[in-house]
């Protein structure tokens, strides 16, 4: 069993893909519903692919070109194998079947919940939850099991029972780092390219449909309204499904590379050994992941309610139930993997304070951590944007006087809920740090990752409900269907919420650890603001999730535009389409989100990937590390504030829906108050769902993309360019006056040693001072200096006595 | 005249303190308008007087407690001399007065600005450009004398003629940091509860005079009109004094610090010695400053138009040619001032890369990139926020579909403006330390300040134009006069939105220049955000900048609910108060103003102030330099983007009052379009007027007081508590197959002694690697360890090879 641990992963994996074949054969056997709303699903479905389509012809030219960037770093650098460049292919191809799975059965579950929704909630809770359930073991599974099936076939391939372990299996892990980038650059299309898509959407529709033609959300002679449909599977299903897959591989690749380190940290007497083939801190982070799958499947099983009239607090609860169960579960089986896969005591070197020796329950404690921190902040995340709490009532108050003092009151929201998160965030690294050093950061990101499956399916059976409801509304069913379907879109917009929580907060962690990871891969000696392109490269960092951000606004704003006219002429055009007896032509209004979506894209797609290479080719690894830390820090800052602010907007606005209460006076919908929220949640509405999400692949991107091309930068882990410098210090002679020393300096750099030596006479207190200035033009640090000089001094004053 | 440089400063200073008298005596002498003009602008200077008060009553309570604390670092620090104290308090009065002054003459300016607009517009130009100059000249000689004569006064107390020197002049900077310090203070007074003040008043103002009421702007029957008008001059006149005073000084006051450290880094082998009492490195920033004096006022001769008839461009011109001509005279003076009291050559130590050769010219590089990357920032702010440039045009734009898009558009511009700042900034540090390290750094920040008294003079014309137009307003002087003052109120607006850029861009060079004076005062290794406890107060310190403007925004949203509770009260119950029979209670609108903004701005000045003392001594220096480093970086960052996105609205605001084409309409005030801009407005005036240039005083607040507390955060620079550890390996004896090696540890924390030894025996692999694991426990750098197991395995083999 031990020896074989490898093969876990794979067939917990596997299970996970057996049970949603199984879940997906269930969701397709349900009714779908009569004719008119087989139909529309059948639209929202093929818009949904046709963006799909259009997405893989975009990438396939992006993985071309990538690949081929990936074969030049591997011609180039040693220890860079050229199986990064499959591992490349099939971390793309994987990231895209996942989401293509679950478009598939989320565009399958929306007109067979609404059918569901006839008769039972119950029932219709079932279907969209299994939809949703598909989708996330779809995405848990394809990535545990490419990544493990890789890792299988490179430690075949790389590993030899030599004494080089750990540099062999750097060498595997970096080609590993391949597939982590080929899932991200997938995460990068579907979720900055989806963002785009709903949004410009959406807006579209409801600016001419809602405002200028005076029709309701959904209506079916609206053009955009299947295209608006389609963007919540888009951005909301596909987008945030690929952002998980990439988080979740990073993660679990993350904490292998650092648990290659924890393996070099303990072979420095002898050579580290384990029942696991010597490799058991490398491959817990996979069977954890493993696990998560099984939590997620037994999790699933408890979500469901019983009673048809059940309010969304029944649902909340069913959710919860599920979604703590399997973290508990997860949480208690890596307690046992811990203590049965980690030595009991393991060495790291902890930067700057050198090894210590770190028991495996810190490591259970760092998980534990990463857990409660991803809880929390998902509870900050609901706080700041739930409907009735303080944060959206004070947008509400805010709404009586205006649309300006409405946005005032939303920016300060989203500004004001980073204090909690970041506060919150620092302490998750300070703390996981504290206990386990870089390998707890990194397993405190994997345990908050475990249950990925699970998260996602709570995630994704939001937008179903919701495409539910937008089938219900436009095949005309009877209000009791829209009602329950309501139920459910109600709590999954909640959901929607804290899961955008969890995402940053998986995001960030993920970083973290691949930031981690960066730095031990490059071998710099840490990274220093101190050194002043390594702080101007800070600044450049903070600034890139600004820019990123103003692009993606604006982008939704030019592909809203193009929406608008398409609209409005096919309401000028095409006779009867307001009367209903004229079909407006939906593919096209697709097609026109789909090409802008895509358009605008590229620039922002294009910085985040270029301005890494470019920094880290021009300046080199140290101040690409500043610029990491910077779209990281400016990133988690910019995500929670956009995020928020957006969320906590979008619910001021429902808020008026029932009616609230403004300075004494209810106040409903329609009124001024209302117009000024609605003007509040146009804001928002790009934040939340566009720029905001994408700064989770901005920073993630980031951070691999510095990691898989950190071997080019030099000072490589594996030492084989490393310089190394000897100074000698050697007394020859002194008297009472006069002193002299030789001094040699041996410098060892890729292989050559050039050997310089330097003699110094004068006065003993010339020759210390000339000694020192020697040492300090050879940039030795100034404490070594310190004990040469003083050694220097002692050598000098005991020859002296001597001579006396 | 060598020996006494320290004096030329002094008589620089007080020369412009002299030359700002007799502009005062000319302003006061000239006509100030009839008796109704006269009763206005008494009641402007009343109110602004009022809030000074005030503010002078909470300061006071602020500067004891701030007294005693710093009174407690001196008496627990030994190298922190308890002169910092009345350093600290002397320097919260000097800015104190500058602020008093400036705040005078500019209420005594504008009426007379009025009456000359009666008659000539070159006369009112010169009566309002003269009110500029004193406030300019008051900041920066007031700035310069106070420096100058601590200095002087330190020196003498503190420097012997002994060996000593770096040390002791390390006693004097820290103690005059303590100026810096107090400064630093009142500006977050001045800056944030002055922007408080101004936009509480003219919201208040707008939103029932206005919008209510219905009458214009600046009507004498608004009891708000009296604190609008006291806003513009509490916010951009007394504010940005003492926001630049503070820069000012602090600049300086880094440039010094750095300046001590090249005089350390070339006393390697001999003793530093020049012409200027040895101290020519820290001397020369303080000379430069007082030249910067002299070429203001020689710019301010040049400022003047002729014509009557002039337009904004030839009074545009006019500034700009007043402008560029002082910093040209100060940059050829810096030049000879280089060459002259710089050595020729400068040893100075390069972070990471040791001790390098620097020729003067570089400094004086440094100084050129300092200028270049101000007025290239200043042209950057001026394109984004533009009337008629593509930013504005855009949010023009965007109007048309109302007020969300309205609003995006204005997020966007405000955060595309990041771009090119922040790439010029960090051009600059990477620039500026490329030529001179950390000094040129400084020295780039210090020549961007020279000028500071001409950038005031230019900055606070404006404000004192446009209260000239109030006071024309409610005096119902003729149009001609109010379009005279309206011409000189538009270049102020041009004006206002450059200085911003100059501010911040100060700010942030200045906050970088005390950063690198932080590191080098602490003595620590550089800040490592490798490290989990850096990285995390990174997090931290990025997320204070976000609070920080969302606690602004929102204290101007209650102080302004309070304004307007007051002017509708006075509406309601003064009786005649709208036929303009009944005189509106002005005072009390001064009061409230006056009151919530002191209230309001305590809370972000206690986390300005107590976050990094916290901070530091929870964590330690190193943590909080990684603080420092996340506040810098982002709010550079928010204030570029608030600064920027408020004056773009602003400006698209204006736009419609001359009328746009929009899709091909002319569209005017009034229109649907224009309520969107309105609204966009309503949200930038905090923006661009509070929260924005709040952001320049929390970075170097922040700054300062980590560079004050930098002494109790243990490591200080002076080595005396400094810990030392020396590893000894001596190979006793060996045989084929054994070795017996001993390892000597000795460490000197704190001038104690510990001295171990221990004994290892075992075979020759054994013993070496116990060796190298003995070594990685002390935390010893690799290298050395390396280093160390090398020469134990030469001297075993050595060793087994005479034996054979």
């Known amino acids: 069993m031990k020896q074989n641990m490898i093969y876990v992963p794979i067939v917990l994996a596997i299970l996970g893909l057996i049970f949603m074949y199984i879940k997906m054969v269930w969701v397709k056997k349900q009714d779908a519903g009569n004719e008119k709303m087989q139909s529309i699903s059948k639209s929202i479905k093929e818009g949904a692919l046709a963006f799909l389509a259009a997405e893989y012809r975009l990438l396939l030219i992006f993985v071309i070109i990538a690949s081929l960037a990936l074969f030049g770093i591997s011609q180039l650098v040693e220890t860079t194998s050229i199986m990064i460049v499959p591992a490349f292919i099939i971390g793309a191809i994987f990231s895209a079947l996942a989401g293509n799975i679950g478009m598939r059965i989320a565009t399958d579950a929306n007109a067979r919940t609404a059918e569901a929704a006839k008769t039972s909630l119950p029932q219709a809770l079932k279907v969209s939850f299994s939809g949703g359930t598909v989708m996330g073991l779809g995405v ?43 899932a991200e650059s997938i995460a990068l299309f579907a979720r900055v390219g989806g963002g785009i898509y709903t949004k410009a959407a959406d807006v579209g529709a409801d600016l001419v449909g809602k405002v200028e033609a005076g029709i309701p959300e959904d209506d079916p002679r609206n053009p955009a309204t299947i295209a608006d449909n389609v963007g919540d599977n888009v951005g909301d299903v596909a987008g945030m499904g690929a952002d998980l897959f990439g988080s979740y591989v990073a993660t679990v690749l993350a904490a292998m590379v650092l648990g290659n380190y924890v393996i070099r940290d303990m072979s420095i007497n002898t050579p580290f050994t384990d029942d696991f083939n010597n490799m058991g801190p490398i491959l817990l982070p996979l069977v954890i992941a493993g696990i998560g799958i099984i939590a997620s499947i037994i999790g699933t099983f408890l979500v469901g309610i019983k009673d048809n009239t059940a309010k969304e607090a029944q649902v909340q609860k069913a959710l919860d139930t599920g979604n703590w169960t399997s973290i508990i579960i997860t949480l208690a089986a890596s307690f046992f993997l811990i203590k049965w896969m980690l030595p009991e005591t393991m ?97 405190a990101a994997s345990a908050m990752m475990a249950t990925t499956a699970m998260q996602l399916a709570i995630d994704a059976f939001g937008p179903i409900a919701d495409n539910a409801g937008g089938v219900a509304e436009m095949s005309e069913l009877e209000d009791h269907v829209r009602e329950r379907t309501d139920i459910l879109d109600s ?140 779209v990281c820090v400016s990133g988690v800052m910019w995500a929670i504030f956009q995020n928020n602010a957006g969320g906590a907007w979008d619910n001021a606005k429902k808020s008026f829906e029932a009616g609230v209460e403004i300075n004494g006076e209810m106040t409903y919908k329609g009124s001024d108050a209302h117009k000024a929220a609605v003007t509040g949640d146009t804001v928002g509405d790009p934040f939340k769902d566009t720029s905001g999400p994408s700064m989770n692949i901005l920073i993630k991107l980031t951070c691999l993309v510095g990691l898989v091309i950190a071997p080019i930068l030099g000072g490589h882990s594996t030492h084989t360019k490393e310089s190394h410098k000897e100074v000698k210090v050697e007394i020859k002679s002194t008297d009472d006056e006069k002193a002299t020393a030789v001094v040699t ?3 060892t750099e890729n292989g050559e040693t050039i050997s310089e030596t330097e003699t110094i006479e004068g006065t003993v207190e010339e020759v210390k001072q000339k000694v020192k200035a020697t040492m300090d033009k050879d940039t030795i640090k100034e404490e070594d200096v310190k004990k040469i000089v003083e050694q220097t001094e002692k050598n000098i004053k005991e020859k002296l006595e001597k001579k006396e």
Chains 1, 2 share one sequence.
């Open 491 to 630: 709590v999954g917009n909640t959901t929607a919420a804290v899961g955008k929580g969890f995402a940053i907060a998986s995001a960030a962690l993920t970083a973290l650890a691949l930031f981690a990871a960066y730095v031990t891969f490059t071998g710099i000696d840490g990274i220093n603001i101190f050194k002043a392109d390594v702080l101007a490269m800070l600044f450049v960092g903070g600034m890139i999730p600004v820019i990123f951000s103003a692009l993606a606004m604006q982008s939704v704003g030019k592909a809203a535009m193009e929406m608008v006219h398409e609209v409005r002429r096919q309401f000028r055009e095409i006779p009867g389409i307001m009367e209903g007896t004229g079909t407006p032509e939906y593919a096209k209004c697709v097609d026109i989100s789909t090409k802008a979506a895509l358009k605008e894209m590229i620039l922002p797609g294009l910085i985040t990937i270029i301005t890494p290479i470019l920094i880290g080719l021009l300046f080199g690894a140290e101040p690409l590390g500043g610029y990491m830390a910077g």
């Open 745 to 747: 300096t041996t410098k």
């Open 347 to 443: 060495q790291m070197s902890f930067f700057g304070e050198g090894i210590k020796d770190v028991s495996s329950m810190n490591v259970f404690w760092s998980a534990c951590i990463g857990l409660a921190v991803g809880a929390l902040i998902s509870m900050v995340t609901s706080y700041y944007t739930s409907l009735g709490k303080k944060p959206v009532l004070d947008i509400v108050q805010n709404s009586a006087t205006g649309a300006g003092t409405n946005i005032i009151a939303g920016l300060a929201v989203g500004m004001k809920s980073t204090f909690l998160s970041v506060l919150l965030f620092a302490a998750a690294i300070y703390g996981s740090y504290y206990f386990a050093g870089f390998y707890g950061v990194a397993l």
């Open 140 to 182: 848990a599974g394809l990535a545990v099991l490419g990544l493990s099936l890789f890792f299988l076939l490179f430690i075949g391939q790389f590993i030899t029972d030599g004494e080089n372990f750990y540099n062999e299996m750097t060498v595997v892990l970096e080609a590993l780092a391949g597939f982590s980038l080929g």
